[in-house]
């Protein structure tokens, strides 16, 4: 009875860890449910960090691509796409410029900010609808 009892328990404390432990990553990569992304916030934090490459009209430069091209509407390219593109870098596959890689040190809600301002510019641009 003893051993079952602290077998149980052992299970429901590993159980609650994993389940904090999840939380803990999903809170580092992405900003809280209730965060208002800010365009204008998102086009400070583009300049400061993808301007290099994406261009500052996120037309693209000899190192990485434009942001307006139809392959990165929402529709192919999800928002969830900048997280992971940011986060963990991509490789190559609609550029020839390499892998992009991870650009570390962005908060989530940075990230959100940079979505929104490209989204915007991409409505601007008419490669994605309102």
């Known amino acids: ?3 079952t ?26 900003p809280d449910s209730n965060y208002k992304s800010s365009i204008y916030q998102g086009e400070a934090v583009y300049q400061s960090n ?26 192919h390219h ?13 490789r190559q596959h609609h550029w020839q ?7 570390k040190g962005l908060s989530p809600e940075g990230i959100s900010d940079i979505t929104a301002y490209v989204r915007h510019k991409q409505k601007i641009a008419k490669i994605i609808k309102n």
């Open 97 to 103: 410029f390499g892998d992009m890689p991870a650009i």
């Open 78 to 90: 999800a928002d969830l796409s900048f997280y992971y593109a940011i986060n963990d870098g991509v």
């Open 5 to 30: 009892f602290l077998i149980i328990m052992i299970l429901m404390f590993g159980f609650f860890a994993w389940l904090n432990s999840e939380k803990a990553t999903r809170n580092s990569v992405f």
């Open 1 to 3: 009875m003893k051993k």
């Open 50 to 75: 993808c301007v290099g490459c994406h261009g500052g009209s996120l037309l693209g430069t000899e190192k990485g691509p434009s942001l307006l091209e139809d392959v990165y509407k929402s529709s």
